[in-house]
């Protein structure tokens, strides 16, 4: 199964990628665990693509028998992606973070002047 959206190109993308992996993989035989872990893994993705980079933002789930794979795309000359050490109390710079902590693989490619950003999670 492969389904693609569009997300709003304002902080609701979050509400939006979560909104949408939720709807997409409800009934697909998933854990509470494994379903909870990729609706956070698309609001990271999801929020850091429109807070980094020019829209469209476009959310992308793959999904086969043994993984699930989210890919968010921008435009831009948003930074290459990089893992931070949060500040105790800072409000940002930890979501991509706890993307590589929930996700089995993690990484990132330049097509143009689109960035894609993707989390795969093995469904066994």
């Known amino acids: 199964m492969t389904v ?3 997300l709003p190109s304002d902080l609701t993308a979050a509400h939006a990628a979560r909104e949408h992996v939720s709807d997409a993989l409800a009934g697909g ?3 509470d ?3 909870h872990d990729l609706v956070l893994i698309a609001s990271e993705l999801a929020a850091n693509a429109v807070r980094h980079g020019s829209p469209p933002a476009l959310l992308r789930l793959d999904r086969d028998d ?3 794979r989210i890919t968010v795309s921008n435009h831009g000359e948003s930074p290459d992606p990089r893992i931070l050490t949060a500040e105790p109390g800072a409000d940002h710079g ?3 973070a706890m993307v590589e902590q929930l996700a089995d693989s993690v ?3 330049r097509h143009g002047d689109r960035l894609d950003v993707w989390a795969e999670v093995a469904l066994s």
Do not use: I, Q
Request: proline share 0%.
């Open 4 to 6: 693609e959206w569009l």
């Open 29 to 31: 035989h998933l854990t």
């Open 33 to 35: 665990d494994v379903l």
């Open 66 to 68: 043994s993984s699930v």
């Open 94 to 96: 930890r979501g991509l």
């Open 107 to 109: 990484g990132w490619e």
